[in-house]
């Protein structure tokens, strides 16, 4: 029996994409694609989905992920955030299956280039390294060091991040990540009394570009279904 639960959060309202958790891409509905590699990764027993759609559960449930309740209102605003959902999922699994999960894996809808190795290989570095959370990022195109810039109240521009001697070339400058959404380990009692993700003994997963895109826009919609269907072909 195992002790790992995954959730998958999916709420109904998205804006930058229309009806994105379900839309069809590469041939499947969005959320189908983190279901099977759940499924593929061999880990868990329970793979739930949180959500507010009777929609989402209906097609969610079509393809192996379990649907046992309906995420509250105040849960799945636009101002929500993804932690509490989360939460709120793990308190409910832990009811309904009448038994204790010791670890939970969260796998964002939006991020379907993961394989499901990259799930294994997550939870062993979490394992391996006694991380209380682990979050996935890939490096960052543009460093904060080098090339991002902010705009200060009084008009000015400058670095994101200054430091004391300039550096002329972005290799020189200290290696930063972007966060993928792709995947977020917790140790359950972590995540039961934390709402923050960057704590002393949070873990990092670096996953390549190719498998680092979240779909926030149409824009991301084309070039990751383009991949997709690449990679089946």
Not at 161 to 170: E, G, M, S, V, Y
Not at 189 to 217: A, V, W
Not at 222 to 231: A, P, Y
Request: with cysteine; hydrophobic share 40%; glycine share 4%.
């Amino acid at each position: 029996m195992s002790d790992i639960l995954c959730t998958i959060c999916a709420r109904g309202g998205s804006k930058g994409v229309k009806n994105k958790n379900i839309r069809q891409i590469a041939g499947l509905p969005l959320i189908a694609h983190t279901i099977n590699q759940a499924r593929e990764c061999g880990l868990f027993d329970h793979i739930v989905i949180s959500t507010d759609s009777d929609e989402i559960a209906s097609v969610a449930q079509n393809y192996g992920g379990e649907v046992f309740f309906k995420r509250n209102e105040n849960l799945a605003s636009d101002n929500a955030g993804k932690i509490p959902a989360i939460r709120d999922a793990l308190i409910r699994s832990q009811e309904h299956y009448k038994r204790e999960f010791p670890y939970i894996i969260d796998l964002d809808a939006t991020s379907p280039l993961r394989l499901a190795s990259d799930i294994k290989a997550a939870f062993k570095q979490f394992i391996d390294d006694d991380n209380d959370i682990l979050i996935t990022a890939t490096p960052s195109r543009r460093s904060p060091y080098f090339n991002l810039i902010e705009r200060q109240s009084d008009g000015s521009i400058n670095l994101s991040k200054p430091l004391p001697k300039a550096i002329l070339r972005r290799q020189d400058a200290p290696q930063t990540y972007d966060m993928n959404a792709s995947i977020y380990i917790w140790k359950s009692q972590i995540l039961l009394n934390h709402d923050e993700l960057f704590l002393p003994k949070t873990g990092l997963y670096i996953m390549p570009q190719n498998r680092s895109i979240d779909i926030d826009d149409e824009l991301d919609f084309m070039i990751v279904e383009h991949i997709l269907r690449s990679q089946n072909a």
